[in-house]
């Protein structure tokens, strides 16, 4: 028989930060609602290597702000300058966070967002505003500037040592660029030169050049949208529908060692794409059932076999994951989907990988955990059990993306009551799991750390 527990945790933090954070303990990922900053809705659009998540908020007078979520709380970055909109669009491993900010008549500034000051990033020469994709550990910002309006153009750029730099085209007037990896290479798209056909494809950057990556046979544009530190890139390649040629057919691709792979999207769906890849070469995405409005679900591709990641979270979690959109070296994913509640959230997905999620064997009534104490806690607190034969005990205890921060080996113990006291200086505030085994018996509980 096993047991699955399934942790509940909701905190309200502040008059203007709303954390609704519901923790499920699956076969395959812990799911972890982001929540809002006082508004009804967020969106998840990266994350570092230690789980911090950056994206888009409503705050509670209906405005738009960037955030953090450092594991514990959603922070609010407000806004630039005197804009009432700000976003969030990747943050690297010194949590150094590219944005935007928005002004009048759909108008959008880059900004670098770094120990609470925002900073103004600048435009590309003849292009009247810009915006950022991807930042990397050297703070290399990558992005693009451009023109509203049906003659407007685009440019893509890197920003590095306070300067904005052009990437090009590949003869066209239009790029875009959408990712880049540790040593500076740097994916998106570029305008091919065709005086007939506005023809988008997939491109590299390195070195100061520019390649075409090409597209998947049959189709006619792609675009790449992130590159790891292999150099394999993933992104999307499409073609307009023939009957309806305002309709585009989007497929997912990777492309790898000089070959570009089709990721086959599951039956039922009609178009998808990849937003990211990581260095153990798993892909997320989205997918769709239709060409024109239909479901949007989100995918993880790995070793040739795509997947549904709804079907890796509990039935009973009452979530909808509707995109993906970042995935670590940890394979942890951030994206967007319809919270238990039916607004739209942000998610962080960790893989469960801890097996403490579920134990063989029904706990012997006389095993017993009366919890701990204080909790929540600011430095220290005590672990409270009790023993009804000799056994051999372990205590472990995790953080809430599923690492393992702690392991004690107590030794064997005669029956009676003991206790276990966890200091935890040195540790982020947030939401630790601990758990004792005593023999065939295991048992989970959670804590939360203050500071």
Same mark, same amino acid.
């Given at each position: 028989?096993?047991?699955?527990?399934?942790?509940?945790?909701?905190?309200?933090?502040?008059?203007?930060?709303?954390?609704?954070?519901?923790?499920?303990?699956?076969?395959?990922?812990?799911? +972890?609602?982001? *929540?809002? &900053? $006082?508004?009804?809705?967020?969106? %998840?659009?990266?994350? #570092? /290597?230690? !789980?911090?998540? =950056? @994206?888009?908020?409503?705050?509670?007078?209906?405005?738009?702000?960037?955030?953090?979520?450092?594991?514990?709380?959603?922070?609010?970055?407000?806004?630039?300058?005197?804009?009432?909109?700000?976003?969030?669009?990747?943050?690297?491993?010194?949590?150094?966070?590219?944005?935007?900010?928005?002004?009048?008549?759909?108008?959008?500034?880059?900004?670098?967002?770094?120990?609470?000051?925002?900073?103004?990033?600048?435009?590309?020469?003849?292009?009247?505003?810009?915006?950022?994709?991807?930042?990397?550990?050297?703070?290399?910002?990558?992005?693009?500037?451009?023109?509203?309006?049906?003659?407007?153009?685009?440019?893509?750029?890197?920003?590095?040592?306070?300067?904005? +730099?052009?990437? *090009?085209? &590949? $003869?066209?007037?239009?790029?875009? %660029?959408?990712?880049? #990896? /540790?040593? !500076?290479?740097? =994916? @998106?798209?570029?305008?091919?030169?065709?005086?007939?056909?506005?023809?988008?494809?997939?491109?590299?950057?390195?070195?100061?050049?520019?390649?075409?990556?090409?597209?998947?046979?049959?189709?006619?544009?792609?675009?790449?949208?992130?590159?790891?530190?292999?150099?394999?890139?993933?992104?999307?390649?499409?073609?307009?529908?023939?009957?309806?040629?305002?309709?585009?057919?989007?497929?997912?691709?990777?492309?790898?060692?000089?070959?570009?792979?089709?990721?086959?999207?599951?039956?039922?769906?009609?178009?998808?794409?990849?937003?990211?890849?990581?260095?153990?070469?798993?892909?997320?995405?989205?997918?769709?059932?239709?060409?024109?409005?239909?479901?949007?679900?989100?995918?993880?591709?790995?070793? $040739?076999?795509?997947?549904?990641?709804?079907?890796?979270?509990?039935?009973?979690?009452?979530?909808?994951?509707?995109?993906?959109?970042?995935?670590?070296?940890?394979?942890?994913?951030?994206?967007?989907?319809?919270?238990?509640?039916?607004?739209?959230?942000?998610?962080?997905?960790?893989?469960?990988?801890?097996?403490?999620?579920?134990?063989?064997?029904?706990?012997?009534?006389?095993?017993?955990?009366?919890?701990?104490?204080?909790?929540?806690?600011?430095?220290?607190?005590?672990?409270?059990?009790?023993?009804?034969?000799?056994?051999?005990?372990?205590?472990?205890?995790?953080?809430?993306?599923?690492?393992?921060?702690?392991?004690?080996?107590?030794?064997?113990?005669?029956?009676?009551?003991?206790?276990?006291?966890?200091?935890?200086?040195?540790?982020?505030?947030?939401?630790?799991?601990?758990?004792?085994?005593?023999?065939?018996?295991?048992?989970?509980?959670?804590?939360?750390?203050?500071?």
């Amino acid at each position: 028989m096993y047991l699955k527990i399934t942790l509940s945790i909701k905190l309200i933090i502040g008059p203007l930060l709303l954390i609704a954070s519901t923790i499920a303990l699956a076969d395959e990922y812990l799911i +972890t609602d982001l *929540g809002t &900053l $006082g508004g009804i809705w967020s969106g %998840a659009s990266d994350l #570092n /290597e230690q !789980g911090y998540v =950056v @994206g888009l908020s409503s705050v509670s007078s209906g405005a738009q702000h960037g955030y953090v979520w450092d594991g514990v709380m959603m922070h609010d970055l407000g806004t630039p300058s005197v804009y009432l909109v700000s976003g969030a669009n990747a943050i690297n491993d010194s949590n150094q966070t590219a944005g935007f900010a928005n002004g009048e008549f759909q108008s959008q500034y880059a900004y670098l967002w770094e120990d609470s000051i925002w900073t103004y990033l600048g435009t590309l020469p003849d292009l009247d505003y810009s915006s950022t994709t991807d930042i990397n550990n050297a703070n290399q910002i990558v992005g693009y500037s451009f023109m509203l309006g049906p003659g407007g153009g685009s440019l893509g750029w890197i920003w590095e040592s306070d300067t904005l +730099t052009s990437l *090009g085209t &590949l $003869g066209g007037e239009r790029s875009s %660029a959408n990712g880049i #990896n /540790e040593i !500076g290479e740097i =994916v @998106g798209y570029a305008q091919i030169y065709n005086p007939d056909t506005l023809i988008n494809h997939a491109c590299l950057w390195t070195g100061g050049g520019i390649t075409d990556l090409g597209v998947l046979p049959g189709e006619i544009n792609s675009a790449a949208s992130d590159i790891n530190e292999s150099g394999q890139i993933c992104g999307s390649s499409s073609h307009q529908q023939s009957t309806y040629p305002f309709l585009t057919v989007t497929i997912p691709c990777l492309w790898d060692d000089g070959s570009i792979i089709e990721l086959e999207l599951l039956p039922g769906y009609v178009r998808g794409a990849a937003s990211a890849i990581n260095d153990n070469c798993q892909i997320i995405g989205w997918m769709n059932t239709s060409l024109s409005g239909g479901s949007s679900r989100a995918f993880i591709w790995e070793d $040739g076999v795509m997947t549904n990641l709804n079907q890796l979270i509990p039935a009973g979690s009452n979530w909808i994951l509707k995109s993906a959109s970042d995935i670590n070296n940890l394979g942890q994913i951030v994206g967007t989907g319809e919270a238990p509640n039916g607004e739209t959230h942000g998610y962080l997905l960790s893989p469960d990988t801890t097996g403490i999620h579920e134990y063989e064997n029904n706990p012997p009534p006389s095993y017993l955990i009366t919890g701990n104490f204080p909790d929540p806690f600011i430095v220290s607190t005590t672990i409270h059990y009790s023993l009804p034969e000799p056994s051999e005990v372990m205590i472990e205890i995790y953080d809430v993306l599923g690492r393992r921060v702690e392991i004690s080996t107590e030794g064997d113990h005669s029956s009676g009551e003991y206790q276990f006291v966890w200091n935890a200086q040195g540790q982020p505030s947030g939401v630790y799991l601990y758990r004792i085994q005593a023999g065939n018996y295991s048992e989970v509980r959670k804590m939360v750390l203050l500071k």
